[in-house]
């Protein structure tokens, strides 16, 4: 099913997952026209950790370097209980230093790889990027999908490809469109994110780069990201309270005050940015409708409790890239039904479980629970069996595993 002369893949979104797909394609010699309804990246300050299974794939498409070379590499995260003040369990990547390359996280903001994805393509015919171009519909038929498009600048026009790719996010216009079912739920609190220029680690409080703390009234996110460069900005991430209003949380007093319970110190804390959102836990019923694909965002959503999202998104883009070639050099199509049934279990069986089971270990309230959720990952983490799983998991290897035995 070779392209003809002058066709393209569709990529809809410049995000990450939207990149990352762009990239593998064009390794493959895949030319790709990628469409963003902004006027070009935008710096979007959500996912932030690079996973050891990533950093793997990435590795394969050429583009780590920069990565490691402006990223943060951290090899281990705690769990804290806010309550006590203790320390219950720290994971340390590096136990899996005799399988991967990179027994790490980095954390490296997703508009950064965005960019370092670009500047790594660089300038090509074989990578056409239309900003300020919305997607407002398309129609398949037996040999392609014909996209409509509003321009920011001129008429709008249609446009045919063989195959098109939705990787514009939670609110997917080719989702929609194409009539893919999104399951799943939505929380009924939403998460603030603050960022602080607050240098925790020179004020001695003991953190690593990575940190969640459970409470059973209002648990706790704590990670850096180096941001625009020193001292690097300290990103949190709480829920909000029931019947709390967004003028409540977002007020200088709402902002500081969640700030201060956590990590109390003399006078206010300087705030970057900060930012309220819906969560959600969704996965779509297929992640092929015809020759529209979906991946990212558009094809699953989780809360952000140990950073799975992007890089679930990321395994998403480069299985798709491979399956997707291997149909355009001449093998059967039903291989993006093999792609759409692996990431659904990588999905559910992977992302999906391990974020809601780390939103649960934050903010049990009954005490026995909550005290018994703490000793098993305590005792998890002190035995190197059970700790090496654990950090499989959260790396993502199992995922992949996973997903790799559907067939």
Known sequence: MALK???????????????VLTLALYRAGIPVTLIEKNAGPIDDQRAAAIQPSSLELLAELGVTGEIHEKGLISPTFHCRDRVSGDLVAEFDFSQLADM?????VIQYEQFKLVKTIMADIGDTPDVEYRFSCAVTGLEQKADGVTVSLNNEDSEPETMTAPWIIGCDGFSSVVREAADIEFVGFTYPERFVKIGTDFDFEAAGQALCIRNFFSDPDEWCNLFKVNGYGPPGIWRTVFPTRVGETDDECLSHEGIQGRLQKFFPKDGDYNIMYAGLYHVHQRVVEAFRKGRVLVAGDAAHVNNPIGGLGMNGGIHDAVSLGEHLSRVIDGEDDALLDVYSRQRHKAQMDGVQAT???????????????????????????EDPAKSRAYCLNAGLFTSLEKAAAVT
């Open 5 to 19: 002369p002058g066709e393209r893949v569709i990529v809809v979104g410049c995000g990450p997952v939207g990149m």
């Open 355 to 381: 974020s809601i089971a780390n939103k649960k270990l934050m903010e049990a309230k009954d005490p026995t629970i909550r005290q018994q959720q703490l000793d098993d990952v305590r005792a998890t983490a």
């Open 100 to 104: 991967t390359e990179f027994p790490y």
